[in-house]
């Protein structure tokens, strides 16, 4: 499903208009950007969690210059699901 399906979805079963739902989902996104980037933890009760993770430094290979370089220590965006949201998907075959 892509973002302008999901506005769709969204404006049919609340019956709001594509662009105000387009608005609201473009505005949930950049505050959940602007708060990870920030360091915060966004919790959505039931749905999961949007945070941060640590990779650790590392050496890694360049396989086409045959050399080894040094990858530092960075942080990556991370989510995890709540069992609510995870059982369903569990579930599928």
């Given at each position: 499903?892509?973002?302008?399906?999901?506005?769709?979805?969204?404006?049919?079963?609340?019956?709001?208009?594509?662009?105000?739902?387009?608005?609201?989902?473009?505005?949930?996104?950049?505050?959940?950007?602007?708060q990870v980037s920030a360091g915060e933890t966004v919790y959505?009760?039931?749905?999961?969690?949007?945070?941060?993770?640590?990779?650790?430094?590392?050496?890694?290979?360049?396989?086409?210059?045959?050399?080894?370089?040094?990858?530092?220590?960075?942080?990556v965006p991370f989510f995890k699901a709540y069992p609510e949201?995870?059982?369903?998907?569990?579930?599928?075959?």
């Open positions: 499903m892509t973002k302008a399906e999901l506005v769709s979805e969204i404006a049919l079963s609340t019956g709001y208009d594509k662009a105000t739902v387009n608005l609201v989902v473009e505005s949930f996104m950049e505050n959940v950007i602007k959505l009760r039931g749905f999961g969690c949007f945070s941060t993770k640590t990779r650790a430094a590392k050496m890694a290979r360049n396989i086409n210059r045959n050399i080894t370089i040094a990858v530092p220590a960075h942080k949201f995870e059982e369903p998907v569990r579930k599928l075959k």
